[in-house]
């Protein structure tokens, strides 16, 4: 079945530098969507990105990501780690084939940026 | 605004003990409806998930069970609760499946003793 792997548990960066959230996949479906989600402390996890275009960048709130499917991978990344950044995010998965309403989360990678 | 709540926000119960769950959403009507579940230190887990009132599909079997009674309620139950029910329950909904954005309420901490 679908899958998604996000190794690093803890990042831990100081502000100012950049950040990259790994996030590799493994699906049959070719029109996969991939979603990175943000849960800050005390709100509700939310979008953050997704995306489902070979090789095409995605931005948003200073964050981008880009779905490369020769490697299955949708990596998140920021030029420069701000305090408010300090969140967990997990990667998800899922195909858009008629009657599919399942949505495969990673285990989350938590980022902690210090001062 | 469409809104979603979650009843109740945290949860100590006995092992052996009834549980229910619930979560409603305003201001959209007929969403698909998700129920998700991290055990401490684990992934988000879907395990249902409702795309019409009394229509509910199990994803992974976790000796619990949910129903929708109306278009905007979403119900997780267990009449018989296990330790390794402890976690984060986190409900959902989306506009559509598969490619739609899941819109998640602020969870249910439910510890089970």
């Known amino acids: 079945g679908d899958s998604v792997t996000q190794k690093e548990g803890l990042v831990t960066l100081t502000e100012g530098l950049p950040v990259m959230l790994n996030c590799t996949y493994q699906?049959?479906?070719?029109?996969?969507?991939l979603f990175w989600y943000v849960h800050y402390l005390n709100e509700s996890p939310r979008l953050l990105l997704k995306?489902?275009?070979?090789?095409k960048r995605t931005e948003h709130q200073g964050f981008h990501a880009t779905l490369h499917k020769s490697s299955s991978s949708f990596h998140l990344q920021k030029s420069s780690a701000q305090l408010s950044d300090s969140a967990l995010y997990y990667c998800?998965?899922?195909?858009?084939?008629?009657?599919?309403?399942?949505?495969?989360f990673g285990a989350g990678t938590r980022l902690k940026v210090i001062a | 605004a469409q809104t979603i709540h979650q009843w109740p926000v945290a949860e100590i119960k006995a092992v052996g003990s009834p549980l229910s769950l619930g979560c409603t959403i305003k201001g959209k009507s007929s969403p698909n409806l998700y129920w998700y579940w991290q055990a401490t230190g684990g992934t988000l887990q879907q395990l249902f998930y409702s795309i019409t009132v009394g229509q509910v599909e199990s994803v992974v079997q976790l000796n619990l069970s949910a129903s929708r009674p109306k278009d905007d309620q979403f119900i997780l139950s267990t009449e018989k609760l296990l330790l390794s029910h402890s976690g984060f329950y986190l409900c959902?909904?989306?506009?559509?499946?598969?490619?739609?954005?899941?819109?998640f309420g602020s969870g249910t901490r439910l510890t089970v003793l």
């Open positions: 998800a998965l899922s195909s858009p084939n008629t009657g599919n309403y399942k949505y495969v």
């Open positions: 699906t049959i479906y070719s029109n996969a969507f």
């Open positions: 959902a909904w989306s506009l559509g499946g598969g490619t739609e954005t899941l819109y």
């Open positions: 995306s489902s275009t070979d090789n």
